[in-house]
């Protein structure tokens, strides 16, 4: 019994303090440090092994590698954390109605995630890129034709579309690498999905 109470105190000594000294930052991320006394730090923790002040400072993984948001209809929207969406209905210049799926490849700042923490919160995809993804891509798409969107102006639609978002997302601290559209056609049940 008393063999079973040092291990738990042994094991309350390493977990707790011990590894409330010691911020491990895995390669492609970085570590973003909250002080009770200074907020937010503006120096991002690079991959590592970093020390930081127990109980006073707490720290925050930001995932730097290229992020995947799809637009698929597998998507689950319960999820609001979760990079992606399902399909997103638009109309055509033409006033067809589309249901367009793809990936959005995006990245964040380095330099910027102290503020999208700071400013927007660890729910940026949920205040920022979803809305605005949707925004975009159903104004981009008023632009075309059907007939256009489904053949030879597919790369314009991208390239607009990458535009369009980095217009809107760099100065949040957010990159857009790259816009591939993978699938437009109608509708689930003839209807947008909102």
């Known amino acids: 019994m008393n063999d079973s109470l040092d291990r738990l105190m042994y094991s309350f000594v ?29 120096k991002c923790l690079l991959p590592g092994l970093h020390l930081k002040v127990p109980f006073w400072q707490r720290a925050k993984l930001f995932n730097t590698q290229t992020l995947e948001y799809r637009l698929s209809k597998d998507f689950n929207l319960k999820n609001v954390r979760a990079m ?39 729910d940026f995809v949920d205040k920022i890129v979803r809305p605005t993804v949707r925004s975009r891509l159903r104004m981009i798409a008023s632009r075309f034709s059907y007939q256009d969107l489904i053949t ?37 049940g003839g209807e947008g999905e909102e």
Request: hydrophobic letters at 40%.
């Open 84 to 122: 992606g969406d399902i399909p997103v209905s638009a109309i055509t210049l033409d006033g067809k109605a589309i249901s367009i799926e793809g990936t959005i490849l995006l990245r964040l700042d380095i330099n910027q995630i102290p503020n999208i923490w700071q400013n927007i919160g660890e």
């Open 14 to 42: 390493v977990e707790d303090v011990l590894k409330g000294f010691f911020v491990y930052v895995p390669p492609g991320y970085v570590a973003c440090v909250y002080d009770l006394g200074r907020g937010v730090l503006k």
């Open 152 to 188: 030879n102006q597919r790369d314009a639609v991208e390239m607009q579309l990458k535009d369009e978002l980095e217009r809107i997302f760099y100065p949040r601290g957010i990159k857009v690498e790259n816009v591939l559209l993978s699938e437009i056609g109608k509708p689930r």
